[in-house]
């Protein structure tokens, strides 16, 4: 799909970049973070199995640190489907929380956030996009993404968050 971006004027999105929009079908994905619903955003993550469990104080800072994508109804405003994105602008961003309401499944709406994200005009020069999934290989093969060029290189740790810590990030 051909994303045609507009430029939001006067708008920035959580992390100080321009916010652009594309609308299709009666809908508009935005980067406004402004129009995130997180009522939508939390509930949302409470069906998922990567996020089911995760408090809700970490899925609102996680946000509040992201460039939130959003798809929605142009007539009513309600948000059906959204993602956010961890970036530098330079040589990284990975998506995470890509969701769309399963009441909006199956009319493509995973195909043009994945399209706005893999071609948005401030990750241009991003040289490594990264996501992960356990069931969606399909759909994002669509996009270029594969396994990792060199698995061998990435090292992880996992740990429990510590949710009573509240870093002094003014959220």
């Not at 009666?26 to 069906?47: E, R």
């Not at 992201?66 to 602008?89: C, L, P, W």
């Not at 330079?90 to 009441?103: E, G, L, Q």
Request: hydrophobic share 40%.
């Amino acid at each position: 799909m051909e994303i045609k971006y507009q430029r939001v004027e006067g708008k920035k999105d959580n992390l100080g970049m321009p916010c652009y929009e594309h609308r299709f079908d009666g809908l508009v994905i935005s980067s406004d973070s402004t129009l995130i619903d997180m009522d939508f955003v939390i509930k949302s993550l409470k069906q998922s199995y990567w996020a089911g469990t995760r408090p809700e104080a970490v899925v609102r800072r996680a946000w509040a640190h992201s460039i939130g994508m959003g798809i929605y109804d142009e007539k009513t405003g309600a948000q059906v489907a959204m993602m956010r994105v961890v970036t530098d602008f330079a040589v990284y961003a990975h998506a995470f929380d890509v969701w769309v309401d399963p009441n909006h499944r199956g009319k493509g709406y995973s195909k043009v956030m994945m399209s706005f994200f893999t071609s948005y005009p401030e990750l241009k020069s991003v040289i490594r996009i990264q996501l992960t999934t356990s069931d969606a290989h399909t759909l994002y093969s669509q996009f270029g993404f594969g396994h990792l060029k060199h698995p061998e290189r990435f090292l992880e740790v996992w740990r429990d968050a510590d949710t009573s810590a509240k870093p002094d990030i003014g959220i």
